[in-house]
């Protein structure tokens, strides 16, 4: 909910959180966004709502967007395997996504 140029919303299932999650992801909700919250790592804001944190292992060939966050610590496919595919979800920190591999509209938490 927009009150003048405030930003407001009550969560109270996942429905919700998601909804909220995407408003961040989005920026709207600036300046209370990952890469100006990232704590102590650091994040890194790409095209198309994807933000990586410091200590990523994005191996190649892995394709992330859009509406992606990936905590640091996380490992993403395989070099030299099949392709992994992360869009619209939210991963964790510490998380270890395999080769070949599609991630749609999902929360995989730490």
């Given at each position: 909910?927009?009150?003048?140029?405030?930003?407001?919303?009550?969560?109270?299932?996942?429905?919700?959180?998601?909804?909220?999650?995407?408003?961040?992801?989005?920026?709207?909700?600036?300046?209370?966004?990952?890469?100006?919250?990232?704590?102590?790592a650091?994040?890194r804001?790409?095209?198309?709502?994807?933000?990586?944190?410091?200590?990523?292992?994005?191996?190649r060939?892995?394709?992330?967007?859009?509406?992606?966050?990936?905590?640091?610590?996380?490992?993403?496919?395989?070099d030299g395997?099949?392709?992994?595919?992360?869009?619209?979800?939210?991963?964790g920190?510490g998380?270890?996504i395999?080769?070949?591999?599609?991630?749609?509209?999902?929360?995989?938490?730490?």
């Amino acid at each position: 909910h927009m009150l003048g140029l405030e930003y407001a919303a009550r969560v109270g299932n996942l429905y919700s959180y998601e909804a909220v999650s995407r408003d961040i992801m989005h920026r709207w909700t600036y300046p209370i966004v990952p890469d100006v919250f990232a704590g102590p790592a650091g994040v890194r804001y790409k095209r198309n709502h994807v933000y990586i944190e410091d200590g990523v292992i994005l191996s190649r060939p892995s394709t992330l967007g859009p509406d992606v966050l990936i905590g640091s610590g996380t490992r993403v496919g395989r070099d030299g395997a099949r392709e992994t595919v992360v869009s619209g979800s939210v991963i964790g920190r510490g998380c270890v996504i395999g080769a070949g591999v599609t991630i749609s509209d999902s929360y995989i938490w730490d």
